[in-house]
Nanobody, 123 residues
């Protein structure tokens, strides 16, 4: 099993940037494809970004393409989400997920979740 802990959330003005980190313990992160998902108040949890185990393949939700970048450092057992040009609609709790997989035209979560980190973008 793998345990995930997110960090890096906070309050930022529209147009600003944040970098989220997801640190893993337990089983090595290199064994997993990883994803970021988010849940805004009153909405379902949705896919944000995906990265395969090696870091060579990535995918993004249409709503964040061009603004967000997912990356990973397997030596540090950490996955990142760089978020630029943030908008108020990006406000949500962001969750790291291990064992994400392709599903239709998007990606679905695996069974391992972090506790989430709050991102709030003010207008």
């Amino acid at each position: 099993q793998v345990q995930l802990v997110e960090s890096g959330g906070g309050l930022v003005q529209a147009g600003g940037s944040l970098r989220l980190s997801c640190a893993a313990s337990g089983r090595a992160l290199r064994n997993y494809a990883m994803g970021w998902f988010r849940q805004a108040p009153g909405k379902d949890r949705e896919f944000v970004a995906y990265i395969d185990w090696s870091g060579t393949s990535t995918g993004y939700a249409d709503s964040v393409k061009g603004g967000f970048t997912i990356s990973r450092d397997n030596a540090k057992n950490t996955v990142y989400l760089q978020m630029n040009s943030l908008k108020p609609e990006d406000t949500a709790v962001y969750y790291c997920n291990a064992d994400a997989f392709a599903y239709g035209k998007s990606w679905a979560p695996g069974k391992y979740w972090g506790q989430g980190t709050q991102v709030t973008v003010s207008s």
